[in-house]
């Protein structure tokens, strides 16, 4: 029963339901100068949230030399599965995705050239 519970707790916050849609909406790992920039948070910030989500095993990461990339983990169960269909269900923060959008044109082939823009006019 604690795991489930840890699941609607990881939920019970805005930012983290935040970095969920992002991952759902771009259908793909993001670089956490992604998330920062898209969501115009620090990076403490977006990190202490995105453990949250790790431990309720909702998100993963992966290391590509100096940069970490967050995907939504596989549904295993039903449960799993509904969850993250009911937070697909949530209206998207239309601000967020469009920085999304701009931050990701960045990209190179696929790849990421530049690191957090937070603090530089390019992506604002």
Do not use: W
């Amino acid at each position: 029963m604690e795991k489930f519970t840890n699941v609607f707790k990881s939920l019970s916050d805005k930012t983290r339901l935040r970095i969920l849609h992002l991952l759902t909406f771009s259908k793909k790992e993001l670089c956490i100068c992604e998330i920062m920039d898209s969501l115009k948070l620090a990076q403490y910030n977006i990190s202490k949230h995105i453990r949250e989500l790790k431990l309720a095993g909702l998100v993963q990461e992966r290391k590509e030399g100096r940069f970490v990339f967050y995907f939504i983990v596989e549904p295993k169960n039903t449960f799993h599965r509904n969850i993250l269909q009911t937070t697909k269900a949530i209206p998207k923060n239309k601000e967020d995705i469009e920085r999304l959008r701009k931050r990701l044109a960045l990209r190179k082939n696929g790849k990421i050239v530049v690191g957090c823009l937070m603090n530089r006019k390019k992506c604002k």
